[in-house]
Every structure is written in C-alpha cells, then in structure tokens.
C-alpha cells in the first residue's frame, strides 16, 4: 500500500478521459511497463483491477474454511501442523491481496463488505463441502495446483502491487500443492479403503476444479480486454488445457483414474483431449446455488460481526492512549 | 456502510533480510497501533524466516514524489553520463583503474 486517500472522492465516470492519456496509458501496458498506484489509469482499467484482485483476495479468505474445517480431525500432528500453516498462508495470501487492491482507492472493508452483501463474488470451488480427509488431499492437490496455473502468469501482470503480491503467494503456493499431493499418495497407497477415500475425492473435485479457470474462451467476454491491458495473460482455455496435460499423468502414477471417460492423449495435438465441464452446474453455482453457499457466507458474517467489538475496542483504545501521550508532552 | 475514519490505520511494512542488508519495502498492514502493526507484520511478511529485523510506519507518513513529475525531477540526471566510469576511455595496458 501507498499512503492512498481511501476517503476521498472517486472520480465520477461521468468525467471523460483525455485520449491522448488513455494512449499513452495504452502503450505503456503493451510495452509491458508496470503501472504504479499514483500513475494515471483509465477508470475501466481500475475498477477491473479492483474486482479482479478482491475477488481473489476473497477466495483466499472464505478458501481457509472448508480446509479449517479438517484442523481439528487431521490424522496425526504432522498433518495438523502442516494444515494449519496452509490454512494461515491462505489467510496471509488474502492479506498480501486486499493490500495491493487498497491501492486503487477501494478500502478492505468496503471489499468485505461488498463480499458479505453478495456483490463481489468469490471463486466457485469453494462452495463445494469438504467430506472426508481424502478432500484435504484432493484441494492441495488440484485446487491449488488450478489456482498455481492461474497465478504464475500473474506475477507479470502490469499492475505493480498485484504482480508483487503474486510474487509472494506463487514462492508459497508450491508447499501447499505438494503436501496435498502427498496426502493423495499415501492414501492412494494405502488399505483399499483408504485407496477407495482418494479416488472418491478426485471424483468429486476434478470438475470443480476445471471450473476454476472460467468460462469457455468464446464465452468470456471481458478477455479480450483484459489481456489487452496485460492484467490477464493466458485465456482460461489455455490454462485449462495446461492444468489438465499436467495433472492426469500425477494422478496415474499413483494408481487413481481421473474421472472423465472423455480423456484422451491426442498424440497430434501433444496435449489431452477432455470432457465437457458442466457449464450448467458452474453457472449455477456462480448464481449462488453450491451446495454450501450459504454456510460460507454465514461463516464470514458470523466472523465479522463477533469480530465488530475487538476492532473497534483496539481503536479506541489506541485513540485514547494516543491523546495521553499529546497531553503529557 | 463502512467508514473509513473507524478503519484501523495502514502501515508500511519494511524487512531486513539479514544482517548487513538495508530494509527492503514489502507491503502494508492494518493496525490500530505501532505494536499492533509490528505483530502483524511479523506474522504476514515473515512466516518463513524472511527477515531479523522489521520496521513499520504510519502510510499516511510517507511523502512521495508525484509520478507525473518524473520527467523534470530526474531529467537533470540525464546528460550527465560523465557520472558514470564507463565514459573515460582508458588505453588497454592500463590495469588496476
């Protein structure tokens, strides 16, 4: 964060935009400058940015909760402790976000307010329940690895706290990926039971998961836009392809089938060809309709109410030492 | 609706890698108070042995240059590539300059 006045006045759109700064502005980007947050910025391109990295940053926050909801029955210490350094990773990665968004004039809580009002939308996958611990193992494994092939082209995106805040999460992202995998490992390798835990919980997550790059290319309208303006930089067809090429030889070394009668290596293409996701069901959930939609949002609102107290009494009280301190000078 | 007059203050957050390295910029935090910040920039800027030293400072303290200016601020600096070693020609066969 910049020393940004979230106080003040937003410029009102109604203002129209200088063209030869909009042109300017145009060909720094295609240059592949970085834009800062006190540089000039046409007002389509700040308030994408503030959806996009809330949104993100809100993925990060309400993702902390089906995975919380195993720290209390992981199967040993040596999971407890690893999951309850990811789950607080995720929590830090909201953190790094909401403070890189900050600098575009929004404030954090405005963002979570408009989170908790259902304006600003958070990613899909999470309001899918966690059932078993083979569900720990499945998200490490193919929700973070999604959320990886998101981010790494990221980290070049040309807004400069977003890319820098990408930086970060992606050194720490790569941990978490690992221990899921390895949850699924020894499952996978395990009594059939526990064989049987692992291949359920890729069934249930391997679609969810595709759904977490998006719409189809041809369906996505705000792409072209964006990739123009280098905030995105790989289409969500793209990375879908490359998620998928990727994970299904992992899942085949340890013995678990991906659950798509569908797939295919297509030897001309050199990549896998593949089912088509559910849009239906993704469009649904989007709307607000996953299974446990409603249980993630009450789960923040309960926080940030019970939460309401303490802030304000650390205020407070800071306030009041702070006059003292005036006072005795 | 949120008034951001009741929102914890912005920190900057600076992190001394390790010894002999100056304080590197690495984000911000909300705190209500220097104690606060500094708890909560050690627990989301170094969780993984990251720094051995922190500094944090009231966001609204910082005075910045206005990138708008930049071409007059540093332009003075421009013409002036005799700042730099590589301008003197030195004949080969003279070492240790």
Redesign the interface.
């Known amino acids: 964060m910049y020393t940004t006045d979230m106080s003040g006045k937003k410029n009102a759109e109604a203002i129209t935009e200088d063209p030869a700064l909009i042109a300017a502005f145009e060909a720094r980007v295609a240059n592949d400058e970085f834009i800062e947050p006190k540089d000039w910025m046409p007002e389509a391109y700040r308030k994408t940015l503030v959806r996009q990295m809330s949104q993100h940053a809100h993925s990060e926050i309400v993702g902390m909760l089906p995975e919380g909801n195993w720290i209390s029955r992981a199967p040993n210490l040596r999971r407890k402790a690893i999951l309850l350094a990811k789950v607080q990773d995720e929590g830090g990665h909201g953190l790094y976000l909401y403070a890189a968004a900050e600098t575009l004039g929004t404030s954090r809580d405005e963002m979570t307010e408009a989170l908790l009002s259902g304006k600003a939308k958070y990613s899909t996958i999470f309001n899918y329940p966690t059932l078993t611990w083979a569900d720990i193992g499945a998200i490490g494994w193919l929700v973070d690895g999604a959320a990886i092939m998101n981010q790494v082209p990221l980290q070049r995106t040309s807004y400069g706290p977003y890319a820098r805040a990408m930086v970060r999460i992606c050194k720490e992202e790569s941990f978490h990926q690992r221990q899921g995998y390895e949850i699924m490992m020894h499952l996978a390798a395990g009594t059939p039971e526990q064989k049987r835990m692992a291949q359920d919980a890729l069934n249930r997550w391997w679609w969810p998961s595709l759904m977490m790059f998006g719409p189809p290319d041809d369906k996505s309208p705000n792409t072209a836009q964006s990739m123009r303006w280098r905030i995105k930089r790989d289409t969500n067809d793209e990375l879908r392809q490359k998620f998928v090429d990727i994970t299904v030889p992992q899942a085949e070394a340890i013995g678990l089938t991906v659950p798509d009668p569908a797939l295919k290596w297509n030897e001309e293409r050199g990549a896998y060809d593949f089912g088509e996701v559910d849009w239906e069901e993704f469009a649904a959930v989007v709307r607000g309709e996953g299974p446990v939609a409603k249980e993630r949002l009450q789960a923040r609102q309960k926080a940030w109410d019970e939460g309401a107290w303490v802030r304000e009494a650390a205020r407070v009280h800071a306030e009041k030492r702070a006059a003292a301190k005036l006072a005795a000078e | 609706?949120?008034d951001?007059?009741?929102?914890?203050p912005?920190w900057?957050v600076f992190v001394r890698g390790k010894g002999g390295l100056s304080h590197h910029h690495v984000?911000?935090?909300?705190a209500?108070?220097a104690k606060?910040a500094l708890e909560h920039a050690r627990?989301?800027y170094t969780?993984?042995m990251e720094g051995v030293s922190l500094w944090v400072l009231p966001?609204?303290q910082?005075v910045?240059s206005?990138?708008?200016d930049a071409g007059p601020l540093f332009e003075p600096a421009e013409d002036k590539v005799y700042r730099h070693p590589t301008f003197y020609k030195i004949p080969d066969g003279i070492t240790h300059i």
């Open positions: 609706m949120s951001p007059s009741k929102e914890w912005l900057e984000g911000s935090v909300h209500a108070d606060m627990d989301t969780r993984r966001s609204a910082i910045s206005d990138p708008g």
